[in-house]
């Protein structure tokens, strides 16, 4: 079964660098989303992206986010100056039209 | 957008069936109920969707009943596999294309020998 996959699976930063998340959708699908879930909490959305677009973002995704799909098969999240309270678990997920979406099995950031 | 309240935790035992209710008392005529599923470091897995009366797939049967106010996941027959947290979800049904999850806190299912 097709998976969307996602590297790397642990990436450890200091406080203030930039960090880049990469993920490989599924190869047919059109609709591509970031969520987050800090240690014991709530799986959160952040954004979903179409058709080279973004289509809707959370408050969280501020100015220190962005995505991009560089070419074709990679979907990028990019965190331009970290801060401690980004440190959580990074899912990327994609899907075909609507339901459902599936998800890889996330990006573990540690700021330091 | 319909709020969920699902129980926090289950303990359930090798071989049982175990039921997840969800009250959705705000679910309005277009939502679908969405399942998934999230083990231990892992992404969520969508473990099935309905609409209204009953859904079964190879995984697990959803039960909606006539008013829609809540749902029950069915797990047949669990293993120490199934452990795992299970989430109800409110929302846009399959052909709503690119709208965001919004997950609540979910069920911590855990399935002793």
Excluded at chain 1, 7 to 14: K, L, R
Excluded at chain 1, 15 to 40: K, T
Excluded at chain 1, 54 to 73: A, L
Excluded at chain 1, 80 to 87: A, F, H, I, N, Q
Aim: aromatic fraction near 12%; proline fraction near 5%.
């Amino acid at each position: 079964e097709p998976e969307v996959t996602q590297t790397p699976s642990h990436q450890v930063t200091q406080m203030g660098q930039e960090v880049i998340l990469r993920c490989v959708p599924i190869s047919n699908h059109l609709y591509f989303y970031w969520y987050r879930q800090i240690l014991g909490q709530k799986v959160e959305f952040l954004v979903s992206f179409y058709n080279n677009e973004i289509s809707e973002k959370s408050e969280i995704f501020d100015d220190q986010f962005s995505v991009e799909r560089p070419d074709g098969s990679n979907f990028t999240l990019k965190i331009r100056s970290t801060k401690l309270e980004d440190s959580a678990m990074y899912f990327c997920a994609s899907s075909q039209s609507g339901q459902p979406q599936h998800f890889g099995d996330g990006t573990r950031l540690s700021i330091l | 957008l319909a709020k969920t309240t699902q129980p926090i935790s289950m303990d359930s035992y090798e071989g049982q069936e175990v039921n997840i209710t969800c009250s959705h008392n705000n679910i309005a005529t277009n939502d679908y109920i969405t399942w998934y599923q999230q083990f231990p470091s892992q992404g969520p897995r969508f473990i099935i969707q309905g609409y209204k009366t009953k859904v079964t797939n190879e995984v697990a049967s959803l039960f909606i009943p006539a008013d829609r106010k809540s749902s029950t996941l069915s797990l047949p027959r669990v293993s120490l596999s199934d452990t795992a947290v299970y989430y109800c979800l409110v929302g846009v049904g399959p052909e709503a294309a690119g709208n965001k999850l919004t997950f609540g806190g979910g069920t911590r299912v855990l399935v002793k020998p």
